[in-house]
């Protein structure tokens, strides 16, 4: 079993910087303000992405070019859970706690921030030392060595080995407190948070029928709401419902039949009977009904007793906006947000030559050159292990619309040029190749709402978005996918 981490009561601390939105009966969002300033900007880091990492947003990231603005940045989002969230500046990242209300203003020196980085921020307004404090934990924390878990290994081995690592990390969590005079919210929240980053590692664990118990065992302490405080623990409870259906067949065929109302009816049973009620069963249930509803939008409509699927007012309402979001935007055009990138290079196949593109606005400048043409676009990472072996993948696709009016544009992100041209050499990459430069990456994917890699764009022939979109791997669904925008 794990050791108890903290003999006695919580400080006064842990009270104050708890979920204090938890405490009363009804759930609300409040309007939360990050802000800041990169002073000493180097040429090459002109831009800053923040990551929202919230479960109840369909948008969670925002970008900013900072030459236009002086450093200066600032952007507001409601927030419904207290947690920590990230700004990556440069090649790395800042880890801020905020609750929902709070006013919180990060000062960063570009000019130090690499080498440099718990001289180079400094936190103000709201939770301002503690912020501090999670901030150079993190900076500390995230350069340990990651876990490593037999992924064939009986649960009971597997989850044996769960517990001896987040033993040890107790361990080294005390030694650093004593050494850095850590407070007993971040040492406590230190700890919640590595405990969902060991999770992240779990991922691959090959027993699907036993995922569910591995994944909600005692260990994780899963139906505890104040695991909200890490942006890690939503993930989690995704992996968890994923289990939960994935390893329930009647269920599956519900979903491949697309029989959406009766599989998200099946699931609302199966969680009823597997998780307490409270905001932890609600989010589970409501990652499945974003899934399906991102299948078929009007699919809320149709939902019976949809106001009493969750026990908190919350869920629905940010789940209605989800819908409402999704049938607006199901066919709408490439929008011309007004970001045009420096830093964006194209590789000629034909002479293995790279050419650097004019200030462009990426997705509406790809709808004019293939014009009339329908566009699949595939970002990546060269870093990326899922998106290199989906490249793979996406050989049977190529093949089947050879000399058809469909277009495969590949965009690197977050990567280094050497990188990027290594691996289109080493994979055989086919398709427009495209790179996005450190800054043109955050603006990209803050414009465009990328969380992660890989992602896919679909744009048919009028250049209006269309989604979801089918991975390369899923061969069959792709190419009628791709066939119905002929």
């Known amino acids: ?5 903290f003999p006695g009561s919580l400080s006064l601390i842990f009270l104050l910087f708890s979920f204090s939105s938890l405490k009363s009966n009804e759930l609300q969002s409040k309007r ?56 990556q500046y440069g090649r790395s990242f800042i880890n ?18 690499q080498e440099r980085p718990n001289e180079a921020v400094v936190f103000s307004g709201d939770n301002a030392e503690l912020n501090a404090q999670l901030f150079r934990w993190t900076v500390y924390a995230y ?13 009971d081995e597997y989850l044996a080995g769960v517990k001896h690592c987040l033993n040890a990390m107790q361990d080294t969590i005390s030694a650093y407190a004593q050494r850095h005079a850590m407070n007993d919210f971040v040492k406590q ?9 060991v999770a992240n590692y779990m991922l691959d664990y090959a027993d699907k029928k036993s995922k569910w118990r591995v994944f909600t065992d005692s260990v994780f302490d899963v139906y505890n709401e104040r695991n909200f405080q890490t942006m890690y623990f939503q993930y989690h409870l995704n992996v968890c419902i994923n289990a939960l259906y994935n390893g329930n067949e009647a269920i599956q065929e519900l979903l491949q039949e697309k029989k959406y109302n009766a599989a998200l009816q099946s699931v609302t049973k199966e969680l009823s009977a597997k998780a307490p009620e409270g905001a932890v069963r609600d989010l589970m249930l409501y990652f499945f009904a974003q899934g399906v509803i991102n299948e078929e939008p009007a699919l809320y409509d149709s939902i019976p007793n949809r106001n009493a699927l969750f026990s908190q007012p919350v869920f629905n309402e940010k789940l209605a906006s989800f819908a409402q979001s999704k049938w607006a935007s199901a066919k709408k055009p490439v929008p011309q947000t007004g970001n045009t990138l420096k830093g964006v290079s194209f590789f000629h196949a034909a002479t293995q030559q790279v050419t650097s593109l004019p200030e462009v606005e990426v997705l509406p400048y790809l709808v004019e050159k293939y014009k009339n043409k329908v566009l699949y676009i595939d970002v990546w990472a ?26 495969f544009i590949n965009l690197c992100l977050q990567s280094s040029t050497a990188d990027w041209l290594k691996a289109i050499a080493k994979d055989n990459i086919k398709g427009e190749n495209y790179y996005l430069d450190e800054n043109a990456t955050k603006i990209f994917m803050g414009t465009q709402n990328i969380n992660g890699f890989p992602a ?6 009028s250049g209006r978005l269309r989604s979801p979109v089918a991975r390369p791997s899923n061969a069959q669904s792709a190419i009628k996918q791709l066939e119905a925008l002929l």
């Open 1 to 5: 079993m794990i050791r108890n981490f």
């Open 32 to 87: 939360t303000v990050i802000a800041g300033k990169v002073k000493n900007m180097p040429e090459n880091s002109t831009s800053i992405l923040i990551n929202f990492c919230d479960p109840l947003s369909d948008r969670h990231r925002f970008a900013q070019d900072l030459t236009a603005s002086d450093g200066t940045f600032q952007v507001e989002h409601d927030y419904v859970f207290a947690q920590n969230i990230s700004i």
């Open 189 to 197: 929240w230190a700890f919640c948070d590595y405990k969902f980053v």
């Open 456 to 461: 896919y764009l679909l744009i048919d022939k």
């Open 96 to 113: 801020l706690y905020v609750s929902p209300g709070d006013s919180v203003f990060v000062t960063i020196d570009g000019s130090t921030f």
């Open 382 to 407: 060269t870093w990326c292990g899922p998106c290199r072996e989906e490249m793979k993948a996406a050989s049977t696709v190529h093949e089947y619309f050879t000399g058809k009016e469909v277009v």
């Open 143 to 155: 350069k340990l060595p990651v876990p490593n878990f037999n992924p064939e290994a009986s649960p």
